[in-house]
């Protein structure tokens, strides 16, 4: 199994990015798809998170409404659209698949992607 996250980079305040992570070697339509983030000294903490089906999303408070997770399941990818970005979304992106439902911590899922740095600067 293989997720590999792309996208980040340097951008200012008020930027937009739009994260990808392909997935490979499972059946990606029978995984929910989650986005975690960890900044430098941190511990990784929730982001976003799709269903399996039907397209259903949770949020973490500190990204609703700036930020949009969307899958596609015949490309076996999903995004992460992060608008209004701020200095405190300074963080690695990882993605993470699970079958236990729309979950918020991290052992609820299985494989994980190698993350994608999104640097903010103010």
């Known amino acids: 199994v293989q997720l590999q996250a792309c996208g980040g980079g340097l951008v200012q305040a008020g930027d937009s990015l739009r994260l990808s992570c392909a997935a490979s070697g499972l059946t990606f339509s029978v995984y929910d798809m989650a986005w975690f983030r960890q900044a430098p000294g941190k511990e990784r903490t929730f982001v976003a998170a799709?269903?399996?089906?039907?397209?259903?999303?949770i949020y973490a408070d500190s990204v609703k409404g700036r930020f949009t997770v969307s899958r596609d399941n015949a490309k076996n990818t999903v995004y992460l659209e992060m608008n209004s970005l701020k200095p405190e979304d300074t963080a690695v992106y990882y993605c993470?698949?699970?079958?236990?439902?729309?979950?918020?911590?991290?052992?609820?899922?299985?494989?994980w992607g190698q993350g994608t740095l999104v640097t903010v600067s103010s």
């Open positions: 799709v269903s399996k089906s039907v397209g259903g999303t």
């Open positions: 993470a698949a699970g079958v236990r439902g729309l979950r918020q911590l991290v052992g609820y899922y299985e494989y």
